[in-house]
């Protein structure tokens, strides 16, 4: 195969996590590597900011900044939600792309890296079938984030076990603090998390526990499982009978005995038309206060269990640095419609040792990867023994960022904007 020369584009989508920016640095930093790579550039606010030619040269960036990335959370490029839907929308998708690969035959754009989760790998796909369709010689390659973990066909996805070093940490600290003021009254807190469909989130608070049956969370309420309200109920006033206080943490899709979201609002829909989850927790709250006349207060944990950088997981840093590295050395070889995925090994004495492999984009896109059954306790209030020897790995050693006054020194790129070449989207 006769190699491909030309620029790279590298973008953001969806929501951020605290090491997305670890895998645009190892985009960055293997591309440089490469003579066929002619420039980097970054795409701002992802394929919204590149329909709007909205482009930057990462190639200006200082080398200090790039290393940066590695410790610094949120989306340095910048994000979107904004879906190519060819199905419900498709003149606008046909326009969208029409106009996306006038962008990339104007910047020579010959390698394209996308990092973002489910929606996200199905743009990349979209993509590739249509650089296939059009004849103009391009690699793409997706690059998996996500704090939900649901992508299929990777042991994990880079965002979650920082995610889950943080909520269970967070977790243990208010378990403390609870449990320091219960009383023969009783108390109960309820910490919400994020986690629509899939718990992977909501079930990685276990590791708070370290084994304890005593110590919080004593009951975990998953998306996965059909919940019977006064089951919980009688849940909770045993474990506040046994410890004078319970601590809970619910998804914020968590479901009814019908499947019906309690937390949804069924009036306001999300960018992709799904209701908007707000206030699992505070329901049951609400439930828990007026049939068992117990205190209870609730923790909406919200953006910072995306964004706590100062907690992230050294492990799923170096993933998803290698996750970019990955992505580049795929596309030098001449591979596309691919997503690099991450592989686990276990050694002979028992240690965890990681690498990458891909998996092509259409096994991807749009699938949702849930917690099994099996890794979840027959009455389905605590992740099992088999969910917790998965999940310690993920969260092994600190990231240490530098520090300046006291605070995190995160790093703001310069995004030096190209010059536009085309007419502005209308």
Same mark, same amino acid.
């Given at each position: 195969?006769?190699?491909?020369?030309?620029?790279?584009?590298?973008?953001?989508?969806?929501?951020?996590?605290?090491?997305?920016?670890?895998?645009?640095?190892?985009?960055?930093?293997?591309?440089?590597?490469?003579?066929?790579?002619?420039?980097?550039?970054?795409?701002?606010?992802?394929?919204?900011?590149?329909?709007?030619?909205?482009?930057?040269?990462?190639?200006?960036?200082? /080398? =200090? *900044?790039?290393?940066?990335?590695?410790? #610094?959370?949120? @989306?340095?490029? &910048?994000?979107?939600?904004?879906?190519?839907?060819?199905?419900?929308?498709?003149?606008?998708?046909?326009?969208?792309?029409?106009?996306?690969?006038?962008?990339?035959?104007?910047?020579?754009?010959?390698?394209?890296?996308?990092?973002?989760?489910?929606?996200?790998?199905?743009?990349?796909?979209?993509?590739?079938?249509?650089?296939?369709?059009?004849?103009?010689?391009?690699?793409?390659?997706?690059?998996?984030?996500?704090?939900?973990?649901?992508?299929?066909?990777?042991?994990?996805?880079?965002?979650?076990?920082?995610?889950?070093?943080?909520?269970?940490?967070?977790?243990?600290?208010?378990?403390?603090?609870?449990?320091?003021?219960?009383?023969?009254?009783?108390?109960?807190?309820?910490?919400?998390?994020?986690? /629509? =469909? *899939?718990?992977?989130?909501?079930?990685? #608070?276990?590791? @708070?526990?370290? &084994?304890?049956?005593?110590?919080?969370?004593?009951?975990?309420?998953?998306?996965?499982?059909?919940?019977?309200?006064?089951?919980?109920?009688?849940?909770?006033?045993?474990?506040?009978?046994?410890?004078?206080?319970?601590?809970?943490?619910?998804?914020?899709?968590?479901?009814?005995?019908?499947?019906?979201?309690?937390?949804?609002?069924?009036?306001?829909?999300?960018?992709?038309?799904?209701?908007?989850?707000?206030?699992?927790?505070?329901?049951?709250?609400?439930?828990?206060?007026?049939?068992?006349?117990?205190?209870?207060?609730?923790?909406?944990?919200?953006?910072?269990?995306?964004?706590?950088?100062?907690?992230?997981?050294?492990?799923?840093?170096?993933?998803?640095?290698?996750?970019?590295?990955?992505?580049? /050395?795929? *596309?030098?070889?001449?591979?596309?419609?691919?997503?690099?995925?991450?592989?686990?090994?276990?050694?002979?004495?028992?240690?965890?040792?990681?690498?990458?492999?891909?998996?092509?984009?259409?096994?991807?896109?749009?699938?949702?990867?849930?917690?099994?059954?099996?890794?979840?306790?027959?009455?389905?209030?605590?992740?099992?023994?088999?969910?917790?020897?998965?999940?310690?790995?993920?969260?092994?050693?600190?990231?240490?960022?530098?520090?300046?006054?006291?605070?995190?020194?995160?790093?703001?790129?310069?995004?030096?904007?190209?010059?536009?070449?085309?007419?502005?989207?209308?």
């Amino acid at each position: 195969m006769a190699e491909l020369v030309g620029n790279l584009l590298v973008a953001q989508s969806g929501g951020p996590t605290s090491v997305i920016n670890a895998s645009v640095a190892g985009v960055i930093t293997e591309a440089g590597k490469h003579e066929c790579v002619e420039e980097i550039y970054g795409g701002l606010n992802g394929i919204f900011g590149i329909l709007n030619e909205n482009l930057v040269d990462l190639g200006d960036e200082k /080398r =200090s *900044a790039i290393a940066g990335l590695r410790y #610094t959370p949120a @989306a340095a490029l &910048g994000t979107c939600r904004y879906k190519i839907d060819f199905k419900k929308k498709p003149e606008k998708a046909v326009e969208d792309m029409n106009r996306l690969f006038e962008v990339f035959v104007a910047h020579n754009i010959r390698f394209f890296f996308y990092a973002g989760g489910n929606d996200s790998q199905d743009t990349s796909r979209k993509i590739h079938e249509e650089a296939v369709k059009r004849g103009y010689e391009m690699r793409v390659i997706g690059v998996p984030k996500t704090i939900d973990n649901d992508l299929p066909h990777t042991d994990s996805c880079p965002g979650y076990g920082s995610a889950i070093k943080y909520n269970a940490t967070t977790v243990m600290e208010v378990g403390i603090d609870v449990g320091s003021m219960a009383t023969d009254d009783g108390s109960v807190c309820i910490i919400e998390v994020m986690g /629509r =469909s *899939a718990g992977w989130i909501a079930a990685g #608070t276990v590791l @708070a526990k370290r &084994g304890v049956a005593a110590n919080p969370p004593h009951i975990i309420l998953l998306p996965e499982i059909r919940y019977n309200v006064n089951a919980v109920l009688a849940k909770v006033k045993e474990t506040v009978d046994a410890y004078k206080y319970c601590v809970m943490v619910v998804g914020e899709g968590i479901k009814n005995e019908k499947g019906e979201e309690i937390g949804a609002d069924k009036e306001h829909l999300d960018a992709f038309g799904h209701p908007v989850l707000c206030g699992a927790g505070e329901k049951i709250k609400d439930f828990i206060q007026e049939k068992l006349k117990t205190k209870t207060r609730t923790v909406l944990l919200g953006y910072v269990q995306r964004a706590a950088a100062h907690c992230a997981s050294l492990t799923d840093s170096n993933n998803a640095f290698a996750t970019g590295e990955a992505a580049v /050395r795929a *596309a030098i070889e001449g591979k596309s419609g691919l997503m690099v995925k991450i592989v686990r090994q276990t050694q002979p004495d028992g240690s965890i040792q990681w690498c990458t492999g891909l998996q092509p984009l259409e096994d991807i896109a749009n699938v949702e990867h849930f917690v099994p059954r099996d890794w979840i306790s027959e009455d389905g209030y605590l992740p099992n023994e088999k969910f917790v020897e998965y999940a310690k790995p993920l969260i092994e050693g600190e990231v240490r960022p530098p520090a300046e006054g006291g605070l995190p020194k995160y790093i703001v790129l310069e995004k030096v904007p190209l010059e536009k070449k085309l007419t502005p989207r209308e």
